[in-house]
């Protein structure tokens, strides 16, 4: 059984960059497509980006384009988002996923397997 574990979580201030990694482990990524959700208190869960299989298509969220990015590496374990120019508003728990399809799907019903999530506060 595959699990995902996200990492790279903390603490920030503000105009800082960051990149949170999900490893796979009980296997690797197939071919399927993989995505960041976030999860802010008292929010619903929110699509962040995607990223198909093999990777040829890359869907961020409109309002994250021109802050946020989503990669794999060529093992096919880790899967990558990173963050510039945070803001306060991106405290969130950040969640990765694996999906049903090779497709780069914005909605939680197309993944399957999904990390705990990790933390990211940013502060004024």
């Known amino acids: 059984q595959v699990r995902l574990t996200e990492s790279g979580g903390g603490t920030v201030q503000a105009g800082t960059s960051l990149r949170l990694s999900c490893t796979i482990s009980?296997?690797?990524?197939?071919?399927?497509?993989v995505a960041w959700f976030r999860q802010r208190p008292g929010k619903e869960r929110e699509f962040v980006a995607a990223?198909?299989?093999?990777?040829?298509?890359?869907d961020v969220k409109e309002s994250f384009k021109s802050r946020f990015a989503i990669s794999r590496d060529a093992t096919r374990t880790t899967i990558y988002l990173q963050m510039n120019s945070l803001e306060p508003e991106d405290t969130a728990t950040y969640i990765c996923a694996q999906g049903t399809s090779p497709y780069a799907s914005r909605f939680a019903t197309g993944y399957i397997d999904w990390g705990q999530g990790t933390q990211l506060t940013v502060s004024a």
């Open positions: 009980g296997g690797t990524f197939g071919e399927a497509g």
């Open positions: 990223l198909s299989y093999p990777g040829t298509y890359a």
